[in-house]
Nanobody, 116 residues
Framework: EVQLVESGGGMVQPGGSLRLSCAAS????????MTWVRQAPGKGPEWVGG????????YYADSQKGRFSISRVNFANTVHLQMDTLKPADTAVYYC?????????WGQGTQVTVSS
């Protein structure tokens, strides 16, 4: 079965950190670009950042630069999103997405809540 499963979400205080993971199965993970997308309550999806298939290039939305870091371990079929200095505005459901040519695979999402 083709799937992506996110984990690591939860509640954290402002200024704290979380590390999200996304485990892939059922497809050739190492050929797919991986991105993270989030959706806050009442808002549309927002692109967070991504990493190329080899893991040699990463890119981020301006609001996440310097605070978020994406990495991947291809032999483990896993991608990570390290989030530091979290703000209440980072509260959202975070999704990982795998993309290759015209194919896209989405995970089910994991909730991140930043609140004191």
């Amino acid at each position: 079965e083709v799937q992506l499963v996110e984990s690591g979400g939860g509640m954290v205080q402002p200024g704290g950190s979380l590390r999200l993971s996304c485990a892939a199965s059922g497809f050739t993970f190492s050929t797919y670009e991986m991105t993270w997308v989030r959706q806050a309550p009442g808002k549309g999806p927002e692109w967070v950042g991504g990493i190329n298939s080899a893991g040699s290039s990463t890119y981020y939305a301006d609001s996440q630069k310097g605070r978020f870091s994406i990495s991947r371990v291809n032999f483990a079929n896993t991608v990570h999103l390290q989030m530091d200095t979290l703000k209440p505005a980072d509260t959202a459901v975070y999704y990982c997405k795998a993309e290759f040519l015209n194919s896209a695979i989405w995970g089910q999402g994991t909730q991140v809540t930043v609140s004191s």
